[in-house]
């Protein structure tokens, strides 16, 4: 890499099951998170892992990044209005359905 450029950015995912529950309400290619902007109850959602490479979605990793790190422990969260999310998630739905395959859901 030349002078000033930045390596390119790596998610390192680490989840910690509290009990075989959080395993079995967890469908196979998809990937609990917590949604929720400080001040606001956290939400879990349940998402297909398709999510992680799409851009609106990179962007949400990244905010997450620059405000808790790469230490955190648990699910992902995601600092930002629960409602935003949403209308993220909706976004990303509209563009992918024309693939055919199992959504996930909001537990």
């Known amino acids: 890499m030349g002078s000033g450029e930045k390596p390119p950015m790596s998610v390192h ?9 959080d395993l079995k309400d967890i469908p196979k ?3 609990a998170i917590m949604v929720g902007h400080e001040g606001e109850k956290q ?22 990044e620059e405000e808790y790190g790469f230490d ?10 629960v409602e935003d999310f949403r209308n993220v998630q909706g976004l990303i739905d509209k563009e992918q359905s024309h693939h055919p395959h199992v959504w996930c859901f909001r537990v």
């Open 29 to 31: 290619g998809c990937l």
């Open 72 to 81: 955190q422990t648990g699910p992902i969260t995601i600092p930002c209005h």
């Open 43 to 64: 939400q879990r959602f349940v998402i297909p892992v398709i999510y992680i490479n799409h851009p609106l979605f990179m962007q949400l990793l990244k905010d997450a």
């Open 13 to 21: 995912l680490q989840y910690h099951h509290h009990g075989k529950k």
